[in-house]
């Protein structure tokens, strides 16, 4: 899953870099950059990613942003993807929903094989 992760990081910091002459470039390069933050750190930095709540709720607020920014920017017609901008916009959503859910089950995968460790008793 690391090729995959960083496959993923690679592709989205492209399209974050390629936001630059975007009316909505800021917002675009947010999009696009967070994933694949995302995606880097548990391709190439895993142990920067404690199983903790704080680190869990900030990756399903991300995952929740761009489930619920698909569903919105879902295109009616994909045959139109070149010529309309909205359409672009919501198959580029569908890829970061795509990264953001390898990255989130590689890290539950992860974290899932690392037994429990109990406090050794005295």
């Not at 974050?16 to 002459?21: E, F, G, K, L, S």
Request: net charge neutral; proline share 6%.
């Amino acid at each position: 899953m690391r090729a995959v992760n960083g496959l993923f990081c690679i592709v989205l910091g492209a399209f974050a870099i390629a936001q630059y002459n975007d009316p909505d470039a800021l917002l675009w390069f947010l999009i696009y950059a967070i994933p694949a933050a995302w995606a880097g750190v548990v391709a190439f930095r895993p142990d920067l990613l404690p199983a903790k709540g704080a680190a869990i709720a900030a990756f399903l607020a991300c995952l929740a942003a761009a489930v619920a920014g698909t569903v919105y920017m879902w295109p009616a017609e994909f045959s139109t993807w070149w010529d309309v901008e909205e359409v672009r916009e919501g198959m580029g959503l569908m890829i970061v929903t795509a990264a953001l859910l390898v990255a989130g089950l590689t890290w539950w995968r992860r974290n899932r094989s690392v037994p429990f460790q109990h406090a050794a008793p005295q």
